[in-house]
């Protein structure tokens, strides 16, 4: 089963706790996402990646890091300085211009 | 600063009821105007890639159009399952990471 997968489905955390959303892809593509999204809004870029071992900050990536050490793997940590967390994250992969994603991670902070 | 406004937030159409999903854009250099679909609690679906003005493309009952400043999803006679949130994106030629800019969404209801 080819594609992108994101886990968990569903995490949820405790105020100042850190925590980190899996994104992996069996695709071969070399640019990789994340987004956010909050109820009934679009979707906002948190970091992106070109290539293994380089990546940059999109609009909002404040309380947010990354890591790129594989091609196929992505991940996202949620630190606590990121003041509300709460929201539905996409990982996203693309070719030259498409962008593909995964099935999103729901994060919930209580 | 690139930005992108969807209209209307939320349109209800009857089965058969044929209608259009605005995409109004700013872009300095249009790479290229995307369509996704998305279900609740699921990841966004490409559905199409438009590059100029004049280009439309077709898939099932949705059909996309794109001018200098806007682009229409149109739906000839919708059915329920095509109920859904519709996203537009753009791509804008002078960033360099193919990063793309959204609008809110249009949120589709089909009732039979």
């Known amino acids: 089963d080819g594609g992108i997968t994101q886990s968990p489905k569903y995490l949820f955390r405790k105020e100042g706790q850190n925590v980190t959303l899996s994104c992996e892809q069996n695709l071969n593509h070399d640019a990789m996402y994340w987004y956010r999204q909050d109820p009934g809004q679009g979707l906002r870029l948190i970091y992106y990646?070109?290539?293994?071992?380089?990546?940059q900050k999109g609009d909002i990536a404040e309380g947010y890091s990354v890591s790129r050490e594989k091609k196929e793997s992505f991940p996202l940590t949620v630190t606590s300085a990121q003041k509300n967390p709460t929201a539905f994250y996409l990982c996203?992969?693309?070719?030259?211009?498409?962008?593909?994603f995964g099935p999103g991670t729901r994060l919930t902070v209580l | 600063e690139d930005q992108v406004t969807q209209s209307p937030e939320a349109l209800r159409l009857q089965e058969g009821e044929s209608s259009s999903l605005n995409c109004s854009y700013t872009?300095?250099?249009?790479?290229?105007l995307f369509w996704y679909r998305q279900d609740p609690g699921k990841g966004p679906e490409f559905l199409f890639t438009?590059?100029?003005a004049g280009e439309e493309k077709e898939k099932e009952r949705l059909k996309a159009t794109l001018t200098k400043k806007e682009s229409f999803l149109h739906i000839t006679a919708p059915k329920p399952e095509d109920s859904a949130t519709y996203l537009c994106?753009?791509?804008?030629?002078?960033?360099?990471?193919?990063?793309?800019?959204f609008g809110g969404g249009t949120r589709l209801m089909v009732k039979p």
């Open positions: 438009l590059y100029s």
């Open positions: 872009v300095s250099g249009l790479r290229g």
């Open positions: 994106a753009v791509q804008d030629d002078n960033n360099a990471g193919n990063m793309l800019t």
């Open positions: 990646s070109q290539i293994v071992n380089d990546f």
């Open positions: 996203a992969t693309s070719t030259f211009q498409e962008q593909f």
